[in-house]
């Protein structure tokens, strides 16, 4: 993931370049990555004092003017942050013994708080993920439905940024990295889509991708977007997001309810190219035909009815032990 490495100064924190642009930084004791971000072409990291002196020369001369070009327009894009926003993840997981360690050993290191809401497992899923990840925070849901995991995870989640994923191997990791970046710009939400330059998937089956196809067409019908894909269960939020779309799904509708939510909400909406591989081992929990015609209904209702708060499916229980980066 990092290509290159650059400016080494024993007092000073070291910076990594990452293929996108990213800034790493690594404390001078090496014991973890702490991530910093270009923001434009700017990179802010005023801790490190290697910045070569022609450049020096040159902001000395272009700050007052960029100063005064702020002050006369209009923010485009919000204000950087001066601290690094931090990432949970949730992974809605239910009998995925034999697919949870690859998952939870591909992700990244600048994650803050891995969060697994069990939906009753007896195959071991959680002793597994306890083994290869002993920080992992455990919520146990005990109402069935991905839906109601996701909401369980959301409530849960102290990261400012929320990214969800799958616990069956289906999606890589490594991606939650492109996914915080569209957050770092602005946008309140991040869907995966599988169908744009760079996405991909072999997992689904024809009736599915028809399914799929014609779900997404009433949608942007409904909704006015022109998104690519809808059914997808790879997507980052900000954390202040989630409260106004009130989510109520239980089931695999979830996905379209955070989406026609946040369309009705006027949430700023972005996609970026994600690639799904078939689940590595076991069997898959849905159903076409029944979860198709509960995401119509979503679609449909939340298009006419007026939106209702959703109740907390139950009182899940909590295993929370010390956040990921204290204990890296
Ligand atoms: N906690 C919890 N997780 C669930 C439940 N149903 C599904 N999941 C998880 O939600 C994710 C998506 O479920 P899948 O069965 O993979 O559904 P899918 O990806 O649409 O189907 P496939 O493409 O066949 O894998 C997986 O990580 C599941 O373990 C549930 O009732 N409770
Ligand atoms: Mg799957």
């Known amino acids: 993931m990092l290509d290159s490495q650059a400016h080494v100064n024993n007092n000073a924190p070291q910076k990594y370049y990452s293929g996108d642009g990213t800034v790493f930084l690594a404390p001078p004791d090496g ?3 702490v991530r910093t971000r270009h923001w434009g072409s700017t990179v802010l990291d005023s801790s490190c004092s290697d ?16 100063a005064i070009i702020r002050r006369v327009s209009p923010p485009q894009s919000p204000a950087p942050e001066l601290t690094q926003p931090t990432v949970s993840v ?3 997981a239910k009998n995925e013994a ?3 360690g690859w998952v939870l050993e591909r992700i990244p290191s600048f994650v803050d708080e891995v969060i697994i809401v069990d939906g009753l497992s ?8 306890k083994m290869i990840s002993p920080d992992v925070v455990v919520v146990h849901e005990m109402q069935p439905g991905k839906g109601a995991a996701v909401r369980a995870g959301f409530r849960e989640a102290r990261g400012d940024y929320v990214v969800m994923l799958d616990a069956d191997g289906s999606m890589d990791p490594a991606e939650i990295e492109r996914f915080v970046a569209r957050l770092d710009e602005g946008y309140d ?25 014609a779900l997404l067409m009433l949608s942007n019908l409904l909704y006015g977007g022109r998104f690519s894909e809808l059914c997808y269960g790879y997507m980052a ?25 946040a369309m009705r909400s006027n949430l700023r909406v972005t996609e970026v190219a ?13 159903n076409a035909v029944r979860d198709g015609l509960r995401i119509l209904r979503t679609l449909i209702n939340d298009r006419v009815l007026p939106i209702r708060d959703g109740e907390p499916s139950s009182r899940p229980q909590v295993d929370r032990t010390e956040q990921r980066r204290e204990a890296t």
């Open 90 to 92: 949730i992974i809605p």
């Open 189 to 213: 939400l991040v869907k995966g889509s599988r169908f744009i330059d760079g996405g991909g998937t072999t997992d689904m089956t024809l009736v599915r991708k028809i399914g799929n196809g």
């Open 31 to 33: 014991t973890t990555n």
């Open 122 to 129: 007896n195959d071991g899923t959680l002793e597994i993920a």
């Open 98 to 100: 034999r697919n949870i």
């Open 237 to 261: 939020l900000r954390r202040s997001a989630i409260p106004e779309l009130r989510l109520s799904a239980v089931g695999f509708e979830i996905e379209t309810q955070i989406v026609t939510r």
């Open 51 to 66: 910045v070569p002196s022609s450049r020096e020369s040159l902001m000395i001369i272009t700050r007052p003017i960029e």
């Open 274 to 286: 994600s690639r799904e591989s078939e689940r590595m081992h076991g069997d898959s929990n849905l």
